[in-house]
């Protein structure tokens, strides 16, 4: 709209996404409960998107904030590849700015381009969105920062940790995400599952998350196998997406 170009292009810097949509696909995997405040926003949304209605009186049920576009991996088959990025983190106070949406919303999303745990003030992102007892956290990792990590996840009930790995042995693993170390991602998880029984919490929901493609596509049954392993119970195989030939 004209006079709020400003206002937009502030967003599209910050490469943040609002979404609004019929359904999700974390929501079944989250122990949270919503309250009723949450259920009856999802309701009305879903009945909003059914019905076909352009301008919606609902909130939105899903945020998806990018936190960084920094990495410590250089993943081959990444769009970070293909074009270059001037390296920004979310200032903590655009999160803060939705606040008076969080009692509707049911899922937060702390992801994108980057690796979001490198965000500087990851804990007090968590920290704060921890005030919204119902509003489930998500996000999804290289698993390089885990061992850093383990102790925010419990202190401020992330629901949700997807861990990438794109190989079930170091040699397939490590020469996809460049960078990456196969065995102390895989030593990290083991102890923050352990963490978890330890602690006697259903929480967080883990899962992994595999890229498939040529030179990999072999492994995933390993990928299966080292899953049930380590007591995960789901491998997501999504498919490459090629940005540069």
Not at 152 to 179: Q, W, Y
Request: net charge positive; charged share 25%; hydrophobic share 35%.
């Amino acid at each position: 709209p004209r006079g709020q170009e400003d206002k937009y292009a502030f967003f599209i810097k910050y490469t943040l996404i609002v979404i609004k949509g019929c359904g999700m696909k974390t929501e079944k995997l989250f122990k949270t409960d919503l309250n009723d405040t949450q259920l009856k926003n999802s309701e009305l949304n879903h009945f909003e998107c059914l019905t076909g209605k352009t301008i919606l009186d609902s909130y939105p049920r899903r945020i998806v904030f990018e936190l960084t576009n920094r990495r410590n991996f250089r993943c081959i088959m990444c769009g970070r590849e293909a074009t270059p990025f001037k390296t920004y983190d979310l200032p903590i106070s655009v999160i803060r700015s939705f606040e008076s949406i969080y009692p509707y919303v049911e899922e937060v999303t702390l992801h994108g381009w980057g690796e979001g745990t490198l965000h500087p003030k990851l804990f007090e992102i968590l920290e704060f969105l921890n005030k919204y007892p119902s509003l489930r956290k998500y996000f999804v990792t290289n698993g390089s920062t885990l061992h850093k990590i383990t102790k925010a996840i419990f202190d401020f009930h992330v629901d949700l940790v997807a861990i990438s790995l794109d190989g079930a042995s170091p040699e397939t693993n490590n020469s996809i995400r460049k960078g990456g170390n196969f065995e102390r991602q895989v030593t990290s998880l083991r102890k923050l599952i352990s963490e978890k029984k330890g602690r006697g919490l259903n929480y967080p929901y883990i899962n992994f998350v595999f890229t498939a493609m040529r030179r990999n596509i072999h492994e995933l049954p390993d990928m299966v196998r080292l899953a049930n392993d380590l007591g995960i119970p789901e491998v997501k195989v999504v498919y490459l997406t090629v940005f540069d030939e």
